[in-house]
């Protein structure tokens, strides 16, 4: 690690978590894990009730943030001025663009002040009424997230649904962050709550066409959403009758309803395998009907348009995905009939059918491009984009005989833009294009995509954003993001809090690595299980590369990762502390192998087919101990390192990144910053409220400035 710039230092003393060591053997492998103890054993509980935490526990995380309070003292006032610039620059009064739906249209937005959004209707086709504050005219508030939200440390709405007669909402609420939620159900006409209450849901719900029949999913005990419901109003919803339950501890089951809303749609899936069933919405207590029985590492997904389901599937060597064609009377994967064929490079990303249109979303060339085929006739083109490097988002709407598709577009300089386009005429009108209130000009910036060579040969795309300004002579400090998990790809949009760094002279940066799928499925596949490392050897080229071509240099960089990005940054930070001069790693996985080698938490079979199973494979084991961060910590000098946890977060619990720097503590040998912080009353996504989670980002961006000596700006 470089010392030219002395590492900030902390009048308070830093917390020491005792060391009680717990001996596990698996394979005949033993090790030691000295801070096991900080998982609460009541765990459980926790989630659904921080307040029953153990209070040993709870005081060694009320230490660590105490200490992570007084280190990050001498930068208050830095994070006010962050906390109010990225405030400034969003649109406290937004709203989104209405979605007609029959007589109405349907939209959220927020007001000026408010932490939450506010759902809405008017009548289909009105105006603004001319204020600036978002409400239409005849505008009708359905749900007020501020209100609901009044009194309560978390909120957080989901799966807010009306129903196909416009008189009723469902809507369901997480009140800690634990994303277990309760659904409620609204009389729109009266404004009263029906007494048809649901607890232990996982979010989605889907209405039959009747308007009176609801179908939902509950989590079991291992927060595994495992069952499907179907709820008649006015029943009892202790005796809602059980639709689908999933045996295989390793699926999760979601609810979805297609497009032309024949078909509600049952799935269960884990990250490379699906199995779909659906249902005729206009019958809702006819059974599922299956589609083709799940194989491993073949994922489907289906619509339906006239008497064909179409599917998008890897199925028959399709890495990159195709879409097929099957009867609706015959769906079995022996029916399927290529409509669209495979074409490898090309990965298809999702599906969007209208009545005579079918539209896909699909990347080449690390690009996303929407493509718009006329049915039956087949005819397609292309929705043609200038910029070097975008992002690009169907935006699903509730009709289905329409020629007009929304889209949503945005770049590393351009803010988002919202379109109608005319599939027939070809042409697309502006709707929206995202304010920034403090101002924001495009061209005060530059965006740029260059290639990393990687450690095998591969080209690693890395996409930046800088002032123009900004010196390309290696001294600008350099925040460099990665996530590489999950065939989950990070989009070169528009980020308004990023511009809080890159307006002090920070060059930021996104590593499309493997074990996503910027550069197609294959790149994907290339970053998981046994070629997990791959992932982290392309984030450590991506910063060579990036010091190659002069943007920094070696020890001015600061990775930045979340969840199994927060993994990366602690593989990284272990293989090459050299190269950062900081690690901000937002609830980071960082204890993978001891989590992977306990089928009872609450995501841990689903994720073996992403890692590997430790319990039954002594190759996946060793592979896995050979990067878990907390596993692989060494007596050598770190980088200065930001850890964040969420309490009641059921993704990557608060003990993954408690132990990780309790070990970190315990065996580093430099003096530089280590840091948690754990939001004591919120999940996996921080605080729930939109300027609550400006703070975690003013942290965060703070602790950034000052580990690279600009935190005086």
Same mark, same amino acid.
């Given at each position: 690690?470089?010392?030219?710039?002395?590492?900030? @230092?902390?009048?308070?003393?830093?917390?020491?978590?005792?060391?009680?060591?717990?001996?596990?053997?698996?394979? &005949?492998?033993?090790?030691?894990?000295?801070?096991?103890?900080?998982?609460?054993?009541?765990?459980?509980?926790?989630?659904?009730?921080?307040?029953?935490?153990?209070?040993?526990?709870?005081?060694?995380?009320?230490?660590?943030?105490?200490?992570?309070?007084?280190?990050?003292?001498?930068?208050?006032?830095?994070?006010?001025?962050?906390?109010?610039?990225?405030?400034?620059?969003?649109?406290?009064?937004?709203?989104?663009?209405?979605?007609?739906?029959?007589?109405?249209?349907?939209?959220?937005?927020?007001?000026? /002040?408010?932490?939450?959004?506010?759902?809405?209707?008017?009548?289909? *086709? +009105?105006?603004?009424?001319?204020?600036?504050?978002?409400?239409?005219?005849?505008?009708?508030?359905?749900?007020? /997230?501020?209100?609901?939200?009044?009194?309560?440390?978390?909120?957080?709405? +989901?799966?807010?649904?009306?129903?196909?007669?416009?008189?009723?909402?469902?809507?369901?609420?997480?009140?800690?962050?634990?994303?277990?939620?309760?659904?409620?159900?609204?009389?729109?006409?009266? &404004?009263?709550?029906?007494?048809?209450?649901?607890?232990?849901?996982?979010?989605?719900?889907?209405?039959?066409?009747? &308007?009176?029949?609801?179908?939902?999913?509950?989590?079991?005990?291992?927060?595994?959403?495992?069952?499907?419901?179907?709820?008649?109003?006015?029943?009892?919803?202790?005796?809602?009758?059980?639709?689908?339950?999933?045996?295989?501890?390793?699926?999760?089951?979601?609810?979805?309803?297609?497009?032309?809303?024949?078909?509600?749609?049952?799935?269960?899936?884990?990250?490379?395998?699906?199995?779909?069933?659906?249902?005729?919405?206009?019958?809702?207590?006819?059974?599922?009907?299956?589609? +083709?029985?799940?194989?491993?590492?073949?994922?489907?997904?289906?619509?339906?348009?006239?008497?064909?389901?179409?599917?998008?599937?890897?199925? *028959?060597?399709?890495?990159?995905?195709?879409?097929?064609?099957?009867?609706?009377?015959?769906? /079995?994967?022996?029916?399927?009939?290529?409509?669209?064929?495979?074409?490898?490079?090309?990965?298809?990303?999702?599906?969007?059918?209208?009545?005579?249109?079918?539209?896909?979303?699909?990347?080449?060339?690390?690009?996303?491009?929407?493509?718009?085929?006329?049915?039956?006739?087949?005819?397609?083109?292309?929705?043609?984009?200038?910029?070097?490097?975008?992002?690009?988002?169907?935006?699903?709407?509730?009709?289905?005989?329409?020629?007009?598709?929304?889209?949503?577009?945005?770049?590393?300089?351009?803010?988002?833009?919202?379109?109608?386009?005319?599939?027939?005429?070809?042409?697309?009108?502006?709707?929206?294009?995202?304010?920034?209130?403090? #101002?924001?000009?495009?061209?005060?910036?530059?965006? $740029?995509?260059?290639?990393?060579?990687?450690?095998?040969?591969?080209?690693?795309?890395?996409?930046?954003?800088?002032?123009? @300004?900004?010196?390309?002579?290696?001294?600008?400090?350099?925040?460099?993001?990665?996530? *590489?998990?999950?065939?989950?790809?990070?989009?070169?949009?528009?980020?308004?809090? $990023?511009?809080?760094?890159?307006?002090?002279?920070?060059?930021?940066?996104?590593?499309?690595?493997?074990?996503?799928?910027?550069? &197609?499925?294959?790149?994907?596949?290339?970053?998981?299980?046994?070629?997990?490392?791959?992932?982290?050897?392309?984030?450590?080229?991506?910063?060579?590369?990036?010091?190659?071509?002069?943007?920094?240099?070696?020890?001015?960089?600061?990775?930045?990762?979340?969840?199994?990005? #927060?993994?990366?940054?602690?593989?990284?930070?272990?293989?090459?502390?050299?190269?950062?001069?900081?690690?901000?790693?937002?609830?980071?996985?960082?204890?993978?192998?001891?989590?992977?080698?306990?089928?009872?938490?609450?995501?841990?079979?689903?994720?073996?087919?992403?890692?590997?199973?430790?319990?039954?494979?002594?190759?996946?084991?060793?592979?896995?101990?050979?990067?878990?961060?907390?596993?692989?910590?060494?007596?050598?000098?770190?980088?200065?390192?930001?850890?964040?946890?969420?309490?009641?977060?059921?993704?990557?619990?608060?003990?993954?990144?408690?132990?990780?720097?309790?070990?970190? $503590?315990?065996?580093?040998?430099?003096?530089?910053?280590?840091?948690?912080?754990?939001?004591?009353?919120?999940?996996? *996504?921080?605080?729930?409220?939109?300027?609550?989670?400006?703070?975690?980002?003013?942290?965060?961006?703070?602790?950034?400035?000052?580990?690279?000596?600009? +935190?005086?700006?």
């Amino acid at each position: 690690m470089p010392s030219d710039r002395a590492a900030p @230092t902390v009048s308070a003393e830093a917390p020491v978590a005792p060391r009680k060591p717990k001996r596990i053997e698996l394979h &005949g492998i033993v090790r030691e894990d000295p801070y096991a103890w900080l998982r609460d054993d009541n765990w459980r509980e926790v989630m659904r009730d921080p307040a029953v935490l153990d209070p040993e526990i709870r005081a060694y995380l009320e230490a660590e943030n105490a200490y992570t309070k007084a280190a990050m003292a001498p930068t208050e006032a830095l994070q006010k001025r962050l906390f109010e610039e990225m405030k400034g620059r969003i649109k406290e009064d937004d709203s989104s663009v209405p979605s007609p739906d029959g007589p109405y249209a349907y939209y959220q937005r927020f007001e000026v /002040g408010g932490q939450h959004p506010v759902f809405c209707r008017c009548p289909a *086709g +009105a105006a603004p009424v001319g204020r600036q504050d978002g409400k239409r005219e005849g505008e009708e508030v359905l749900l007020d /997230g501020n209100r609901e939200a009044e009194g309560e440390s978390y909120f957080r709405v +989901a799966g807010c649904e009306h129903s196909p007669d416009h008189r009723l909402l469902a809507y369901a609420v997480d009140r800690n962050g634990s994303e277990r939620y309760r659904i409620t159900v609204k009389d729109l006409a009266s &404004g009263e709550l029906l007494p048809d209450a649901i607890e232990e849901a996982q979010g989605s719900l889907v209405w039959a066409n009747d &308007g009176r029949t609801l179908f939902y999913v509950t989590l079991d005990a291992e927060h595994r959403p495992s069952k499907v419901f179907r709820h008649r109003l006015g029943d009892d919803p202790s005796a809602d009758t059980l639709v689908y339950e999933e045996p295989d501890p390793g699926f999760f089951v979601g609810l979805d309803k297609t497009e032309s809303d024949r078909f509600i749609v049952l799935s269960a899936h884990d990250h490379t395998t699906s199995e779909v069933r659906v249902i005729d919405a206009a019958k809702p207590e006819s059974a599922p009907e299956l589609i +083709a029985l799940r194989e491993r590492d073949i994922e489907y997904e289906v619509t339906d348009h006239g008497e064909r389901f179409l599917v998008l599937t890897n199925a *028959g060597g399709a890495i990159d995905f195709k879409i097929a064609e099957a009867p609706l009377d015959a769906p /079995g994967r022996e029916n399927w009939r290529d409509l669209v064929p495979h074409k490898e490079g090309r990965l298809i990303l999702s599906l969007l059918v209208f009545k005579d249109y079918m539209v896909r979303l699909e990347r080449e060339n690390s690009l996303p491009r929407i493509i718009v085929t006329a049915l039956p006739s087949g005819e397609e083109h292309a929705i043609a984009f200038d910029e070097e490097a975008y992002s690009l988002a169907l935006v699903p709407g509730y009709l289905y005989d329409t020629a007009t598709l929304r889209f949503a577009y945005s770049s590393l300089t351009t803010p988002q833009q919202v379109y109608d386009y005319d599939m027939a005429g070809r042409s697309r009108e502006l709707l929206k294009e995202q304010e920034v209130p403090s #101002g924001h000009n495009p061209a005060d910036y530059e965006a $740029r995509r260059v290639l990393a060579r990687g450690h095998d040969g591969e080209e690693v795309p890395v996409s930046l954003v800088y002032r123009r @300004t900004t010196p390309l002579d290696g001294s600008a400090p350099l925040l460099l993001y990665g996530y *590489g998990s999950y065939g989950m790809s990070t989009p070169a949009g528009f980020s308004t809090n $990023r511009f809080s760094l890159i307006d002090r002279g920070f060059i930021y940066a996104i590593a499309h690595i493997r074990g996503g799928t910027d550069k &197609g499925y294959g790149w994907y596949l290339h970053g998981k299980r046994e070629k997990k490392v791959n992932t982290f050897h392309d984030f450590i080229s991506a910063a060579e590369g990036l010091i190659d071509a002069g943007f920094t240099r070696a020890g001015q960089i600061v990775g930045h990762g979340g969840s199994a990005g #927060g993994m990366l940054m602690g593989a990284v930070a272990n293989m090459r502390p050299d190269l950062f001069r900081g690690i901000v790693a937002e609830v980071p996985f960082v204890d993978v192998l001891t989590t992977m080698c306990d089928k009872d938490l609450p995501l841990t079979p689903p994720e073996w087919p992403e890692w590997g199973n430790p319990l039954e494979s002594l190759e996946a084991y060793k592979t896995i101990a050979a990067y878990s961060p907390y596993d692989n910590v060494e007596a050598k000098d770190y980088p200065a390192i930001l850890a964040t946890a969420g309490l009641t977060d059921p993704r990557v619990t608060y003990w993954e990144p408690a132990k990780w720097v309790a070990r970190l $503590r315990a065996t580093k040998t430099d003096g530089n910053l280590l840091l948690l912080n754990t939001i004591m009353t919120g999940g996996h *996504g921080g605080s729930s409220g939109r300027f609550d989670k400006l703070h975690e980002v003013a942290l965060s961006y703070a602790f950034a400035l000052l580990v690279c000596g600009k +935190a005086e700006n």
